[in-house]
């Protein structure tokens, strides 16, 4: 994954983006497996709540809803997050929701779950070092030390406020179990976006983490 980017108009837009380097770290094994590359990995926030994430061009640029609908100031839960991530990412080799796409979506999150399973933070899974350089300017942004510096926000399980605690304790492997299969019974988890959700590159704060 080369780029993150996290949209300008948010509120808590430098979580957003500690947020979209933790997908982005713990996912890297299971990318660097099956020869998977993206290019950007983009928060975006379409109009039709039921849309969770987008794929263009095989991994050109993946988009994750990062927050429930009518809800800014609210994150996914990291589970549900890394469950989207990896379905767009069976999207690399599979454009339809047929059977070959589902076979590899249970095969991703199997070994995901083996990855969860050996314990520690999500978000040390990997090897990527953090190091964020702004694009268009100067500035350099430590993604991974910011984050790690939040330590009252974390991602057990259930809806998380920053600040504030989750009486939603879940096993992480067997919610990323869950997700897949409810949006394997979903015939709509993909469906087009609508005009404007798609943000443009100007509407994102990029930075370059690989």
Avoid at 33 to 44: D, I, T
Avoid at 77 to 90: A, D, R, S, V, Y
Avoid at 91 to 109: I, Q, R, S, V
């Amino acid at each position: 994954i080369s780029n993150i980017a996290a949209l300008k108009r948010k509120p808590n837009q430098q979580e957003a983006l500690n947020i979209l380097y933790d997908i982005a770290n713990t996912v890297t094994p299971i990318m660097k497996e099956y020869g998977f590359k993206v290019r950007n990995l983009c928060e975006f926030s379409p109009k039709a709540d039921n849309l969770l994430g987008m794929n263009m061009n095989s991994g050109f640029k993946i988009f994750i809803r990062l927050r429930p609908p009518h809800n800014d100031n609210v994150f996914y839960p990291m589970n549900e997050l890394i469950g989207t991530m990896l379905h767009e990412l069976t999207h690399n080799k599979h454009g339809p929701h047929d059977a070959k796409f589902y076979k590899l979506l249970d095969e991703l999150t199997t070994k995901q779950e083996m990855i969860l399973a050996k314990g520690g933070p999500v978000f040390e899974q990997a090897p990527f070092q953090g190091l964020g350089n702004k694009l268009g300017g100067k500035e350099l942004t430590n993604v991974r030390d910011s984050r790690l510096k939040r330590l009252d926000i974390k991602y057990e399980g259930g809806v998380k406020k920053l600040g504030g605690t989750s009486d939603k304790k879940a096993d992480l492997k067997d919610l990323v179990r869950e997700a897949a299969i409810k949006r394997y019974e979903d015939n709509k988890w993909c469906h087009g976006a609508g005009k404007g959700d798609i943000p443009d590159d100007d509407e994102l704060d990029i930075i370059e983490i690989d």
